[in-house]
């Protein structure tokens, strides 16, 4: 009675690899195949972090990568609090209980659109997957294009931003052929100095032409991300983060503001269900 | 030589013994995606309301040791709405649906049953008159047993489904409000909804939940549902559906021995979607190893050991 293409699974998993790249962050891969063959970027999992009641809820951690051929999920989390201390425990060989993928996922760029996708902090994480599917993408369609202005376009911008710098190099290491970084840091150790944002700004006032933007981060980022992509009528889409609990739209936990339907207020949608992935402009921050 | 595991609450006639916790499964589709809903004894839905609600605002959940608190503040789409968007999926099953309703009036809980009644495809009504979360209705009924008893009166002649009433531990007796309502035509008793409770930040000096507020469930309250169960039991012969914390069949059996005829999960399954099916299939294989052949032998057996 389980529709295939619906299913969510549930099943503890074997841990291939948890190591620390960067100094309190993890990247966690999984064998996984039933999620990663389906997976899209943007989804998540929800992993039990404990296997007593205490910590009790899962914790959502977005799907960092994917090796469907090998069937490889990757986690990209940093150490929060206590339930991803206890993730840091688990060993090579050992399972975890996840739950996924769960959630929308972004919407694929339309051939030839140019595309800035912005993280902020660990809110990169998802943006891999994002990254990899579009240039994978972009990799399939080039076979058949030769003239320069083609090759031009088979580029993606990526900017990543971070308090300070210690955490940008080795994410900047992951990335595939084509993609040009662009890093910032609010202190100035690496890249341009001041927010990822400011940095998106200051592009597009260089006349740099931006087709859709994908961001994920802290709230205020996605903020101004929002405004900025509004103003110069930029189409794309943003991540949100909201506490949950069931993470599969039942408990109503997640609740997050979205613009009504005249715009001059909001209604509640849930992140893990109708999220995290919501289009630019439909977000409500208020007036 | 098979088991009997089928129950029955006040008229609905349940496969087998295990429900959901209403708010916790919502209308059932999002944990039809991970596990076959045709398993289940029956299910109780997100409470409705007669018209839409928007819910309290966010933060909505903390966790708490063993627990957490909720101040979800009756979210749902209106019963209007239910009956057209979310009904119609839950005919597909073979599973009595339960319908748990909320109200500001008197009135709003008659009006609802009655629109229930007509509706098609729903097996029992659900009173809920005792939910921390709203400012109005809710708790205000449920902790006076003279105004759970009215409430309950004119669902009553609103309806010819079977009644359950969904019991609150916030009150200074159980077993006042649930004589009361079982004089008032009640069919079956549910209990225990969340306990009021609340936390703190200590980093922002704020409480955590944005309605400050909120109600406690998980592993942690199951003492005092077990008690409650327990008490309410001896006082009045209205079968019951026993919930509070209940995680594997050993949880749910304790609310059977104390004298709960069904046991519904409810935060459990955010933690473990699979829940209620491994407490069903816990319950088959403690009353096979024990030469248990029907469930209701276990039912209130603690009382008699
Ligand atoms: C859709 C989604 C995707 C995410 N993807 C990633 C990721 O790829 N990598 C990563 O490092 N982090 C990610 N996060 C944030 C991550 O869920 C939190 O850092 C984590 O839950 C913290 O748990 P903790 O027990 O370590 O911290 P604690 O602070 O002890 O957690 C206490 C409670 O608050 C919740 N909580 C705390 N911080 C957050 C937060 N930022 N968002 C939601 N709930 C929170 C916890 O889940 C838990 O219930 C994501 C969050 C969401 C909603
Ligand atoms: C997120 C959440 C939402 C809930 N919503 C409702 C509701 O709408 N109506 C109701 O009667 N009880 C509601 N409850 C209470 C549960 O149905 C149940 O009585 C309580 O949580 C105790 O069971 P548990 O510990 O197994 O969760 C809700 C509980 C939670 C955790
Ligand atoms: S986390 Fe339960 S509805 Fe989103």
């Known amino acids: ?287 | 030589m098979g088991i009997n595991l089928a129950v029955n609450i006040g008229g609905i006639k349940m496969k087998n013994p295990v429900t959901t916790a209403s708010g916790t499964f919502g209308f059932g589709s999002e944990y039809g995606r991970i596990i076959d809903l045709n398993r289940l004894g029956a299910i109780v839905v997100k409470g409705t309301t007669l018209l839409p609600r928007e819910g309290n605002p966010t933060p909505r959940i903390a966790e708490t040791p063993s627990g957490m608190l909720n101040a979800i503040g009756l979210q749902n789409p209106g019963v209007d709405s239910f009956i057209r968007e979310a009904l119609p999926f839950l005919r597909d099953y073979d599973l009595p649906v339960i319908v748990n309703i909320a109200g500001d009036t008197v009135e709003d809980y008659a009006k609802l049953a009655g629109i229930l009644d007509r509706a098609g495809g729903v097996a029992g009504i659900e009173v809920n008159i005792s939910c921390p979360n709203v400012k109005k209705g809710g708790l205000q009924f449920g902790s006076d047993p003279e105004s759970a008893a009215e409430v309950i009166r004119n669902v009553r002649q609103a309806t010819s489904l079977p009644v359950i009433v969904k019991l609150s531990p916030n009150v200074t007796s159980i077993v006042a409000v649930a004589e009361k309502v079982a004089g008032a035509g009640a069919d079956a008793l549910s209990m225990i909804n969340t306990l009021l409770g609340m936390a703190i930040d200590i980093k922002s000096r704020r409480p955590v939940l944005g309605n400050i507020m909120g109600g406690l469930s998980g592993p942690a309250v199951r003492p005092v549902a077990v008690r409650a169960v327990w008490q309410v039991y001896q006082a009045v012969k209205l079968p019951i559906i026993g919930m509070g914390g209940i995680t594997c069949a050993a949880d749910a059996l304790e609310f059977i021995m104390a004298g709960a005829t069904a046991v519904a999960v409810g935060t459990a399954n955010f933690v473990n979607p699979r829940a209620t099916v491994e407490v069903l299939e816990g319950i088959e294989r403690f009353m096979a190893e024990n030469g248990i052949k029907d469930i209701a032998e276990l039912v209130g057996i603690a009382h008699r050991c």
Not at chain 1, 12 to 35: D, F, S, T, W
Not at chain 1, 157 to 169: I, K, Q, R
């Open chain 1, 1 to 287: 009675m389980i529709h295939p293409e619906k299913r969510i699974h549930c099943k503890k998993y074997r841990i291939v690899q948890n190591e620390e790249p960067v100094p309190g962050h993890r990247l966690m891969c999984l064998h996984a195949p039933e999620i990663a063959a389906g997976a899209k970027p943007g989804q998540f999992l929800h992993v039990r972090c404990a296997d007593s009641t205490d910590p009790l809820l899962r914790r959502p951690i977005s799907i960092h990568r994917v090796r469907r051929d090998e069937g490889l999920l990757f986690m990209f989390y940093r150490v929060a609090g206590r339930g991803t201390s206890l993730l840091t425990a688990k060993r090579e060989g050992e399972e975890i209980d996840v739950l996924g993928p769960l959630g929308n996922g972004f919407e694929l760029p339309s051939p030839g659109e140019r595309v800035a996708v912005v993280g902020g902090g660990i809110g990169a994480a998802p943006l891999f997957f994002l990254v990899d599917e579009i240039m994978a993408e972009i990799h399939k369609r080039g076979a058949d294009l030769t003239d320069e202005q083609d090759t031009a376009r088979q580029a993606l911008d990526f900017y990543l931003g971070a308090a300070t710098g210690s955490l940008l190099p080795s994410l900047n290491s992951f990335l595939v052929r084509g993609v040009r970084v662009h890093m910032a840091t609010d202190d100035g150790s690496v890249g341009y100095h001041g927010t990822v944002t400011g940095l998106l700004q200051q592009h597009l006032d260089e006349q740099t032409h931006i087709d859709r933007i994908y961001a994920c981060g802290p709230a205020p980022m996605l903020r101004a991300i929002d405004e900025l992509a509004i103003r110069r009528g930029i189409r794309g889409q943003l991540s949100l983060e909201e506490r949950m609990g069931c993470g599969v739209g039942a408990c109503l936990s997640c609740a997050c503001k979205i613009k009504n339907f005249s715009g001059d207020g909001f209604t509640y949608k849930h992140a893990c269900s109708d999220g995290p992935v919501f289009n630019i402009g439909e977000v409500w921050y208020g007036h």
